[in-house]
């Protein structure tokens, strides 16, 4: 590795000391054509038109190799005294919490250099190279105590006075409109992607990247619609079935949904596990945003309807008390629970369901709909505004969030409810879950994904869904009223966010 | 004796210089910008992202502060419990233990036991936390044994409850630091000359009667220390109750701390009313070791009176 | 400060002790088990899987120590093996700044007289209590713009300035280090700055090696602030490193590296305090020689 910096910083010394302006320059171009789709539109970018203008010129096609002798004349982190330092242009800086994105990218773009990156599936380098030679810089913080939050508000506060400038940023929905609204992102559209690469991703996945004015800020490569897991044993033996749509059939409202539960506590189960459990359902279904234009709060009735439920089950002992995420909440999911059934997500079922239901409840789960759509979790990304790389980030964002085969593959090999309707509707056809007893629950997302109303999401919901939910378990527990425990929110909520004030 | 300090004075101002260049720069800089700050509304809107000021309010933040429904004073309360839960035992017990370990007479076999006692502190608070609401958890190991021992089929829930909630934080600090404490006595205590301890032995003193007439004594500075600093402590408590509360809201937010709810603000970056936090936390802290170092040194001027003339 | 002799018998004495010694080690024993207890659970979880921890605590081992020890160690986004050794770099020189200038702190307020004395020393016993989370956002943003960011100067220097430890230091010499001592060392020649470095340190040792410890400890779990000041994958601290494996997503959520991370992480620490507790311990005979 030390070598390797020998030879590149050897590399760029001569590079800088010839010809500057002509080899630096055209080494970049020549790295940048093989996104021959984007340059047209890269034209149109506000700052950096005179650079792209000759992109056009040449072809692309460089082969790995080719990439390979590039990438030494382009050492990446020289002090230049350039505005938007050359070296930040051959960096590309992406911000994360986790390493979720960074393994979507190194196994499905196919710009990525797994070569050069010394990347095997596993292992990687301690350098990270697409193939045209563009080193990629991870800034990992990780969410805990809204490290990552606070982390990426001071850098993108600081992008446009520093010559390292950050290309792209990942944010998750509960929190992606705080951004999308603020004035550190680089529309879309801005950076070439059009309606007709986006048409086949799921509306919702837009909406909650979309800004005020409409304008779509990010893309995401997942889609994730949940939907109501249940025990066949238990369904069987309570509601004399398990066959998915009979059982939709008792589920499909709230009201029969809580007819199940009474049967289901009668029998000595529980319908769900915890206090927030249905939380989504609601959340996700209200008739208008958390703060109005006035800046003020403004509870939805949805949400108090989950309220009431909730003191409900809480009361007559529907649920068991757990909350989300804990060792119960985890226990009840195996075979020793008593629990009829969890909202989950696409990789909620896949993955966490999946693993805590065991070899013991190996096809004793299926899916169905529910009473309402919803959506659990998801990652956008998204451009920094001020990147210097505006065409490989838009390249990125295609490759993995509009290109289908690319898609599908991503699908088939980590079980992502990918972004791409037609891809799953594909998929759908012919689909069979072993953990679902052989149920097809690809088909029932591709119907529920349509329905997710994204459209109410706000830039404060995570703070605010997550001191709404800690306000009223006090509520559940009974230590309070509920008034008490709305006045309790209203203050946590004016701590959080002090510019926003309770309408009466 | 006198005329000779003034030589070695500048001494004095040399060896302590080190400490407040340090200081001023990485402490009294970004401190004075965070009271400056506490005049100001000045904050990020929208959880981050907007700012809104700095615009010159005077002392309205303070007023905030001190407004019933604000409840500071619940939060401070809530630092002294949790505080005075924890470092009673942990006083009590270390002072027991670290007696026994630097007895001569029972002659025991310490060294195993000084490293055990003390492993709990080298656990990063925030993983103690995890471990404990693992144990405490509605199927930990805890709940099992009560559900045995009690013959109940429902687990007691821990964390749900204002006082079993506040114990378990109690516990953690208490089970985290009463090794540390016992050490430091331990250290103490062997500071102590033993030959005072074999003439006590000689006239027949009982253990007690040795420990409460010599030692205590003794180590009055040191337990001075170990008060400020489980003091210090328990005013920066943050980890611990965050983890078990659930952020603190959990019950109430009868286990948020002070620094817990400093946080609140930090959220939004409300360099505005986290200042006026920060001068008010200021202030009770400098009053605080100002009145407890003062007040337990009281009767100590009369030793002083003896190394005095060496200056 | 002789007590009146205790009429007690030697018969009823030694058996006393028995007594006394026999209710010592039960007492003990029940505190070593309830310490050694979530390092129990720490150890059966660092051999399970993510699934089986996550449905609560078991006192059967599981069988992926192995693997979680080298999920953490191979991982190359995470870099567990950079993150220890910056870690130590940090801590172990954090507890070095820490100790030896609060020592010489604490010796200039201990051993000279001079005009601002008084003030400075109530100066630091006012802002000793001070919570760091006062001025935490203010010196991040502070060492931002000196360019500090992605440096060890601003997790490690201020530590120069650490009140509490300078209060121990000060205690510590008030009964521990006569002045008598000072006054022979310069009679004998030796200049201020030698007799501190060549004479008091050795004095100061256990005080030195119990602060080294907790500041080393405390340094060593320190997330607040690195997570804010480190941001390069080279130069992260090993509880950023187990936050961001506690932040994994779902298909790569792992509790058993959480804990395997964890329990690493623990380690040299605990190496750490065996070493200097043999310090401590050695420091009784230089205690007694002193009196």
Not at chain 1, 90 to 98: A, E, G, R
Not at chain 1, 104 to 126: C, H, I, Q
Not at chain 2, 259 to 267: A, D, G, S, T
């Amino acid at each position: 590795m030390a070598n390797l910096k020998k030879l590149l910083a050897g590399a760029m010394a001569l590079c800088m000391a010839g010809a500057m302006f002509a080899s630096c320059g055209n080494t970049e171009e020549g790295g940048s054509d093989s996104k021959s789709n984007t340059t047209n539109n890269a034209g149109t970018n506000d700052n950096k038109g005179g650079e792209d203008g000759g992109n056009g010129g040449e072809d692309g096609g460089n082969g790995g190799d080719a990439a390979g002798d590039l990438k030494e004349d382009k050492l990446p982190n020289v002090p230049q005294n350039v505005e938007g330092s050359e070296a930040s242009k051959k960096v590309l800086k992406i911000y994360t919490w986790n390493d979720e994105f960074k393994s979507r990218l190194r196994d499905f773009y196919p710009e990525y250099d797994k070569e050069a990156s010394g990347y095997d599936g596993e292992k990687v380098g301690e350098h990270e190279y697409l193939k045209d030679g563009t080193e990629i810089v991870w800034v990992t913080t990780p969410n805990a105590d809204n490290a990552y939050q606070n982390k990426l508000d001071e850098d993108l506060k600081a992008q446009a006075d520093s010559d390292d400038k950050i290309d792209m940023f990942l944010v998750e929905a509960d929190y992606a409109l705080k951004y999308v609204n603020g004035p550190y992102v680089k529309p879309v559209a801005d950076l070439g992607l059009t309606d007709a690469d986006l048409a086949d991703q799921y509306q919702y996945t837009k909406d909650i990247v979309t800004d005020s004015n409409g304008v779509l800020e990010g893309v995401s490569w997942q889609a994730t619609p949940g939907l109501f897991a249940y025990r066949r044993d238990i369904a069987k033996e309570v509601l004399g079935t398990d066959d998915p749509t009979e059982v939709q059939a008792q589920l499909s409202d709230w009201d029969k949904f809580n007819e199940v539960a009474k049967k289901m506590k009668d029998a000595g189960y529980f319908m769900l596990s915890g206090y927030d459990d249905a939380y989504r359902t609601f959340s996700n279904n209200v008739s208008h945003a958390w703060v109005n234009n006035k800046m003020q709060i403004v509870v939805d009735d949805n949400l108090m309807k989950w309220v009431d439920q909730t003191k409900e089950y809480s009361d007559k002992g529907y649920n068991n008390g757990t909350s989300l995420w804990d060792d119960q909440w985890n226990a009840d999911q195996s075979s020793a629970g008593k629990v009829f059934g969890f909202f989950y997500s696409t990789w909620g079922i896949n993955f966490t369901l999946a693993g805590n239901a065991g070899d013991d409840l190996q096809g004793q789960y299926a899916v169905c709909e529910g009473p309402q759509a919803y959506y659990w979790g998801g990652t956008w990304m998204c451009a920094a505004d001020g990147t210097d790389n505006p065409e490989t980030v838009a390249d990125i964002m295609k490759a993995l969030t509009c290109n289908k085969d690319i898609m599908l593959d991503i699908t088939k090999k980590t079980q992502d409810y990918t972004n791409n309707k037609s891809a799953m509707e594909e998929l759908a056809k012919d689909f069979s879950s072993d953990f679902l007893g052989g149920q097809n629950h690809i088909a029932l997302f591709t119907k529920a994904a349509p329905n997710i109303d994204a459209s109410k999401a706000g830039p404060y919901d995570q703070g605010l869904n997550e001191s709404f939910q800690a306000a009223f378990k006090d509520y559940f527990l009974g230590s309070v009223d509920k008034d008490t425990a709305l006045q309790n929110f209203y203050k946590a909520a004016q701590e959080k966010y002090p510019e926003l004030t309770v309408a009466e | 004796m006198k005329h000779k300090s003034i030589s070695y004075a500048k001494w004095g101002y040399i060896f302590i210089i080190p400490f407040f260049v340090a200081f001023i720069l990485f402490n009294l800089i970004p401190l004075v910008s965070t009271f400056y700050n506490s005049l100001f509304e000045n904050y990020l809107g929208r959880g981050g992202l907007v700012q809104v000021g700095p615009n010159f309010i005077g002392l309205d933040n303070f007023k905030t502060m001190f407004a019933p429904e604000t409840e500071l004073g619940k939060y401070f309360g809530n630092t002294f419990i949790l505080w005075i839960l924890g470092f009673i035992p942990q006083i009590f017990f270390s002072l027991l233990f670290a007696s026994w370990f630097t007895d001569l007479r029972m002659k025991l076999k310490t060294g195993a036991y000084k490293v055990i006692f003390y492993l709990p502190n080298v656990i990063m608070a925030a993983a103690m936390g995890m471990l404990f609401y693992t144990m405490f958890a509605q199927n930990g190991p805890i709940n099992s044994i009560y559900m045995s021992i009690t013959g109940k089929d429902s687990p007691y829930m821990f964390f749900d409850n204002v006082w079993s909630q506040r114990s378990v934080i109690a516990i953690i600090n208490f089970l985290m630091w009463y090794g540390n404490t016992t050490i430091m006595l331990m250290a103490a205590i062997n500071g102590v000359d033993p030959s005072l301890y074999e003439s006590a032995q000689i006239d027949g003193a009982t253990p007690s009667q040795t420990f409460w007439k010599i030692t205590l004594p003794l180590i009055r500075p040191i337990l001075l220390y170990v008060l400020i600093t489980s003091l210090i402590g328990g005013l920066q408590m943050y980890d611990v109750p965050q983890i078990i509360t659930k952020n603190g809201e959990q019950v109430q937010r009868t286990s948020m701390t002070v620094v817990m709810y400093l946080q609140k603000h930090l959220y939004s970056k409300n360099y505005g009313m986290a200042g006026a936090l920060s001068v008010i936390l200021f202030v009770v802290a400098a009053v605080l070791s100002l009145v407890v170092f003062y007040v337990t040194t009281e009767r100590e001027p009369k030793k002083k009176v003896k190394k005095g003339g060496i200056k | 400060m002789a007590a009146p002799v205790d009429a007690v018998g030697e018969m009823s004495n030694s058996k006393q002790l028995l007594i006394r010694r026999v209710v010592s080690y039960t007492v003990l024993t029940i505190f070593a088990i309830l310490s050694l207890f979530p390092f129990f659970i720490l150890l059966v979880n660092m051999t399970r899987d993510t699934n089986s921890i996550q449905k609560g605590f078991s006192l059967v081992p599981g069988s992926y120590l192995l693997k979680n020890f080298k999920t953490v160690l191979g991982n190359h986004d995470w870099k567990m093996l950079s993150s220890l050794k910056n870690s130590l770099i940090i801590s172990g020189l954090t507890a070095l700044l820490s100790t030896y200038f609060s020592a010489l702190t604490a010796y200039s307020i201990h051993v000279y007289d001079y005009k601002l004395k008084k003030f400075l020393f109530t100066f630091i016993l006012m802002i000793m209590m001070v919570p760091t989370q006062v001025s935490a956002l203010g010196f991040v943003r502070q060492m931002a713009s000196w360019g500090l960011t992605n440096s060890f100067i601003p997790l490690i220097v201020p530590s120069i300035a650490a009140p509490a430890t300078f209060f121990f230091m000060k205690q510590y010499m008030d009964s521990a280090l006569p002045l008598e001592i000072v006054e022979a060392a310069r009679i004998d020649g030796s200049g201020e700055f030698r007799t501190f470095n060549e004479l008091v340190t050795p004095i100061l040792k256990p005080a030195i090696a119990v602060q080294a410890i907790f500041t080393f400890v405390s340094s060593w779990n320190n997330f607040f602030i690195p997570a804010l000041i480190l941001d390069d994958k080279n130069k992260r601290t090993l509880p950023i490193v187990i936050g961001i494996i506690r932040s994994a997503d779902y298909a790569s959520f792992d509790m058993g590296a959480v804990y395997m991370a964890i329990g690493i992480s623990i380690i040299p620490v605990a190496i750490v305090y065996l070493i200097l507790s043999k310090f401590i311990i050695r420091g009784i005979a230089l205690g007694a020689v002193k009196g």
